[in-house]
């Protein structure tokens, strides 16, 4: 069983490490997101990428829902770790896997009966609905794979194995890559092929880090009902306000491409491509995200508030330095995007836009998922589930409103950026503000414990002190003062 690792050596080292692999392996399978457009767009209709476009916002949509379950599973195994009690990480990462499993069933029955009307509710209509029906129809039933597979993934994290929870994702990237070709253009089954394409790969990304889990590391142990039903409460309690964060990211982008398809397809088909630049471009920083959540986990865990504090600090640093040394190299790359996806007009321009003005607000987003992660892993993952849902509805909803109103199909880009700085800022506040809280709260905790302490061990101390409060009430002569410093 591995130990917590993260309690001491450079809070920066541990952090680049982490991130660096889990980065590798989540650019791939985003790269892949990426190729299925191009290879969609290759076949020169232009609704097969507004239409994966659409999809990809309800795909987002369930696979937050699986981060929300894998933050669960990581943090509850890491402060496990972090205090030292081995038997319950490995019964907390089963009864993680089971609620897991559970969870997303109930959830892939109900969103694919909701295929049609979440389409249509996005924007979708005609030939472009049909066809994102379609792919949703042969993917989501995956959900609970890649549901899974992520929270595996957490679970390889949590105990610093970030290189095995990379190969992962890096092999799920390569069947996807592979199959995806074969599918689309050798047997002509177009979005479908796609579709049929990540359902593989979303089933070697579980074999691969099942493997990892139960027989490299021996995390499984045997769960009984009981356990199940007492780690419940526990780990949905991070669980629930982790689903509800990350859910609310997609509910944001739905309504931000409902707006966007107010300006018709082609602006649609753009939109697609850039949704699915940004997390090839800015993969470092969702992998961020899932990397300081151990790190956090195990110092708190230890108690080590100071580490903490400067994981958070570091962090930010990072993702700052990160962004703008990208945003700056997609902007100079953008004219090369735009003519490899074959984008021109109204597509070009949306294109064109995000990369000379909009893709460096992602600081902002970057921010935001640090903090996030920091109260997931703190014990208040209301917060994030509070910041996140803000974000997506009075940080989105107003500002992309008027964003459009005033500026047109900028406007809504502009609008999205304006409300997440703002909910971005005051969580990084409040995550700092809450670190210090508990430091102090532990502080005080533990002078307490040591005065009673004290007090079991001197037995004249007692009496001193109940010899002086009788002195106040009654009257009665307390002890010498050299006795009482005895």
């Known amino acids: 069983m591995s130990q917590a690792k993260f309690v001491e050596g450079s809070i ?4 680049w490490v982490m991130t660096s ?8 399978l985003f790269l892949v997101d990426l190729l299925d457009i191009y290879f969609l767009s290759l076949l020169g209709e232009q609704e097969l990428a507004a239409a994966v476009g659409y999809a990809g916002t309800i795909t987002f949509f369930t696979t937050s829902i699986g981060i929300g379950l894998a933050i669960a599973m990581g943090a509850t195994v890491s402060k496990a770790l972090g205090a030292k009690r081995k038997d319950d990480a490995k019964r907390l990462m089963m009864s993680a896997s089971a609620i897991t499993v559970i969870t997303s069933l109930i959830l892939t029955v109900i969103v694919t009966l909701l295929i049609p009307d979440l389409v249509s509710l996005i924007g979708a209509k005609g030939r472009t609905a049909e066809l994102a029906e379609s792919y949703l129809y042969i993917l989501i039933p995956s959900m609970p794979i890649i549901c899974l597979a992520m929270a ?3 679970a390889l994290r949590a105990v610093g ?5 990379m190969m992962s994702t890096i092999a799920g990237g390569f069947v996807n890559a592979v199959f995806d070709p074969i599918f689309i253009f050798g047997l002509g089954m177009g979005i479908e092929g796609a579709a049929i394409a990540s359902v593989l790969a979303r089933i070697a990304v579980l074999v691969i880090s099942f493997r990892g889990v139960f027989i490299k590391h021996q995390l499984g142990t045997k769960l009984t009902l009981p356990e199940l039903k007492a780690d419940f409460s526990p780990i949905f309690a991070i669980a629930g306000p982790a689903m509800l964060t990350n859910v609310a990211t997609p509910i944001g982008n739905g309504y931000v491409t409902k707006a966007v398809a107010e300006f018709g397809d082609a602006y649609v ?3 697609a491509v850039v949704g699915r630049i940004v997390p090839v471009a800015f993969g470092m920083i969702f992998a961020l995200s899932g990397a300081i959540g151990p790190i ?6 230890a108690k080590q508030f100071g580490r903490v504090r400067q994981a958070l600090t570091n962090a930010l640093q990072f993702s700052f330095l990160y962004i703008l040394a990208v945003s700056v190299l997609v902007f100079l790359l953008q004219d090369y995007v735009i003519v490899g996806f074959k984008l021109g007009g109204n597509s070009a321009e949306l294109v064109s836009f995000f990369c000379t003005f909009i893709a460096v607000g992602f600081v ?5 998922f640090v903090a996030n992660a920091s109260f997931n892993n703190l014990g208040k993952p209301k917060y994030s589930t509070f910041f996140n ?15 459009a109103k005033l500026w047109g199909i900028g406007g809504v880009l502009i609008g999205q950026v304006i409300g997440g700085a703002i909910f971005a800022l005051i969580a990084v506040w409040v995550a700092y503000r809450h670190i210090n809280t508990v430091e102090r709260k532990e502080a005080v905790e533990e002078d307490d414990t040591e005065v009673m302490t004290s007090s079991a061990n001197n037995p004249l101390s007692s009496t001193c002190t109940q010899m002086g409060q009788l002195n106040e009430e009654e009257g009665v002569t307390p002890p010498a003062q050299s006795d009482c410093r005895r």
């Open 389 to 403: 849902i803000g974000k997506a509805t009075i940080g989105t909803i107003p500002f992309v409103y008027v964003g």
């Open 269 to 271: 088909a753009g939109w």
């Open 12 to 15: 920066m080292r541990h952090i």
């Open 364 to 368: 902002f987003n970057g921010a935001l």
């Open 152 to 154: 595996l993934g957490a």
């Open 296 to 301: 956090v986990g195990q110092n708190y865990g």
């Open 161 to 165: 194995d970030a290189k095995l929870s």
């Open 21 to 28: 692999t889990a980065t590798i392996g989540i650019s791939t």
